[in-house]
């Protein structure tokens, strides 16, 4: 029996697999044999492919995968298969590590690294200031290839996540995607870049790249990465991986993590100071009171949405975030007056764009953009009285005394909502205290 939670609005994936997982009886084959094997000329049936199996990350699956712990990978270019498979790694910051700072070259004009609103540009920021390079200790570079190829033909195992015993899968020129790759004299590097900090990823996005490269460079290692870049943080972060064995998915292992930070502008307390004493109290805007407790991710949403307009459905695709996430966070900016959201009269979809202020607010250099983002939050008296008792106590209260706050400015919410909203409050004053200078 199909499984599927009725808790939430079912998105156009949702639906459209549960429609597929019926006609097909896909969970009763998985159940005999292990796996199903689907072409795209059956899932276009009920909607685009491309559409229907891109999953960067385990939060972007269908409810109906993540309720029998499925997962989809590409064997062809018209053929996926599903199974309980092991796809996705998670990845972990090491909060300890210090960033490397890199001077950024003073002749070029033609990128702005304090306003980097794409991956494509994020990588060259990081190849012009040395960053590459400095992975292979100082070994000189090229920028060679990019962009979107066939894998060639080969087998791999990957492991099943209930048992982790493993399934073979034959791959037959599948289509993927490399971001850069770049040559040394004895290196070549494959990244796959996020611009936002990462919880998981399909591992499929550097192992197929690693097993295409692999079989063509002979004399040289090649050496899988994740890169990341936050607006929010200005941190470029490297995940330097192995396979201990070429036909293992799951023997992906990390070797070093190295962060780097391009000329960084420090925030001082009394920068916030300042912003604090000016605070002018606004009225609470008829928007829900905000359930998105980390703030840099409203950061890489309004990012998302530089000089574009995106459905719910477009902004859970190209992120991090489930359907329910979209909307406690698209709610989140538009509380914060950074975003909008109206109807487009041609599709009758509901569509998100930056409002005025958040387009102007995104663009400014970084330092200024944080305080800006900083004041935006203290203009509301929760968020003000909080910060206020963290500044007269020295350490951010706990949820309790929050929710004290909260009850004393009036909300027009109950206490069931304040009991769930607290632990934003908390998280959003966590992270202005994190942008100050320890200087």
Same mark, same amino acid.
């Given at each position: 029996?199909?499984?599927?939670?009725?808790?939430?609005?079912?998105?156009?994936?949702?639906?459209?697999?549960?429609?597929?997982?019926?006609?097909?009886?896909?969970?009763?084959?998985?159940? %005999?044999?292990?796996?199903?094997?689907?072409?795209?000329?059956?899932?276009?049936?009920?909607?685009?492919?491309?559409?229907? *199996?891109?999953?960067?990350?385990? *939060?972007?699956?269908?409810?109906?995968?993540?309720?029998?712990?499925?997962?989809?990978?590409?064997?062809?270019?018209? @053929?996926?298969?599903?199974?309980?498979?092991?796809?996705?790694?998670?990845?972990?910051?090491?909060?300890?590590?210090?960033?490397?700072?890199?001077?950024?070259? @003073?002749?070029?004009?033609?990128? /702005?690294?304090?306003?980097?609103?794409?991956?494509?540009? *994020?990588?060259?920021?990081?190849?012009?200031?040395?960053?590459?390079?400095?992975?292979?200790?100082?070994?000189?570079?090229?920028?060679?290839?990019?962009?979107?190829?066939?894998?060639?033909?080969?087998?791999?195992?990957?492991?099943?996540?209930?048992?982790?015993?493993?399934?073979?899968?034959?791959?037959?020129? *599948?289509?993927?995607?490399? /971001?850069?790759?770049?040559?040394?004299?004895?290196?070549?590097?494959?990244?796959?870049?996020?611009?936002? /900090?990462?919880?998981?990823?399909?591992?499929?996005?550097?192992?197929?790249?690693?097993?295409?490269?692999?079989?063509?460079?002979?004399?040289?290692?090649?050496?899988?990465?994740?890169?990341?870049?936050?607006?929010?943080?200005?941190?470029?972060?490297?995940?330097?991986?192995?396979?201990?064995?070429?036909?293992?998915?799951?023997?992906?292992?990390?070797?070093?993590?190295?962060?780097?930070?391009?000329?960084?502008?420090?925030?001082?307390?009394?920068?916030?100071?300042?912003?604090?004493?000016?605070?002018?109290?606004?009225?609470?805007?008829?928007?829900?009171?905000?359930?998105?407790?980390?703030?840099?991710?409203?950061?890489?949403?309004?990012?998302?949405?530089?000089?574009?307009?995106?459905? %719910?459905?477009?902004?859970?695709?190209?992120?991090?975030?489930?359907?329910?996430?979209?909307?406690?966070?698209?709610?989140?900016?538009?509380?914060?007056?950074?975003?909008?959201?109206?109807? /487009?009269?041609?599709?009758?979809?509901?569509?998100?764009?930056?409002?005025?202020?958040?387009?102007?607010?995104?663009?400014?250099?970084? %330092?200024?953009?944080?305080?800006?983002?900083?004041? @935006?939050?203290?203009?509301?008296?929760?968020?003000?009285?909080?910060?206020?008792?963290?500044?007269?106590?020295?350490?951010?209260?706990?949820?309790?005394?929050?929710?004290?706050?909260?009850?004393?400015?009036?909300?027009?919410?109950?206490?069931?909502?304040?009991?769930?909203?607290?632990?934003?409050?908390?998280?959003?004053?966590?992270?202005?205290?994190?942008?100050?200078?320890?200087?």
């Amino acid at each position: 029996m199909i499984r599927l939670s009725n808790k939430r609005q079912k998105s156009k994936n949702d639906i459209a697999w549960e429609k597929l997982f019926k006609k097909y009886h896909i969970l009763e084959n998985i159940s %005999k044999i292990g796996f199903f094997e689907i072409g795209s000329v059956s899932i276009n049936e009920f909607r685009e492919s491309r559409l229907m *199996a891109k999953f960067d990350h385990h *939060a972007n699956l269908p409810e109906i995968f993540k309720t029998n712990k499925l997962s989809i990978l590409s064997i062809s270019r018209n @053929k996926y298969i599903i199974g309980k498979f092991d796809s996705y790694l998670n990845v972990i910051y090491d909060e300890t590590l210090e960033a490397i700072t890199v001077e950024f070259p @003073k002749g070029i004009e033609s990128i /702005d690294y304090t306003n980097l609103y794409s991956e494509s540009s *994020a990588l060259s920021c990081a190849f012009n200031t040395g960053m590459i390079n400095n992975l292979i200790d100082g070994e000189e570079t090229y920028h060679t290839v990019y962009g979107r190829m066939s894998t060639g033909t080969f087998n791999f195992n990957v492991n099943q996540i209930l048992d982790y015993t493993q399934h073979n899968i034959a791959v037959n020129n *599948a289509q993927c995607e490399i /971001d850069a790759g770049f040559e040394s004299e004895q290196y070549f590097l494959l990244l796959e870049a996020k611009l936002y /900090d990462v919880d998981d990823f399909l591992v499929r996005q550097l192992y197929y790249p690693y097993r295409l490269w692999s079989s063509k460079i002979s004399n040289k290692k090649v050496i899988p990465i994740l890169m990341t870049y936050s607006n929010s943080s200005n941190i470029f972060s490297f995940f330097i991986y192995k396979f201990d064995e070429i036909l293992n998915y799951n023997s992906i292992r990390l070797v070093e993590q190295r962060n780097y930070v391009i000329a960084p502008e420090t925030i001082t307390h009394e920068d916030v100071s300042e912003i604090f004493k000016s605070i002018i109290i606004v009225t609470e805007p008829n928007i829900p009171f905000p359930q998105a407790n980390k703030f840099e991710r409203i950061i890489d949403l309004l990012t998302l949405l530089l000089d574009k307009e995106l459905t %719910k459905e477009g902004i859970t695709a190209n992120s991090q975030f489930d359907e329910r996430q979209t909307s406690y966070y698209t709610d989140a900016a538009r509380y914060l007056g950074l975003m909008d959201k109206y109807v /487009d009269q041609n599709t009758k979809e509901i569509t998100f764009r930056l409002s005025e202020q958040g387009s102007h607010l995104l663009k400014k250099r970084y %330092k200024i953009k944080i305080l800006s983002l900083i004041e @935006k939050i203290l203009q509301h008296q929760v968020f003000y009285k909080t910060f206020e008792f963290t500044v007269s106590n020295g350490f951010i209260p706990d949820i309790s005394v929050i929710r004290q706050i909260m009850q004393s400015c009036n909300l027009n919410i109950n206490i069931t909502t304040i009991q769930r909203r607290s632990s934003t409050v908390r998280g959003w004053i966590g992270w202005i205290v994190n942008m100050l200078s320890e200087e």
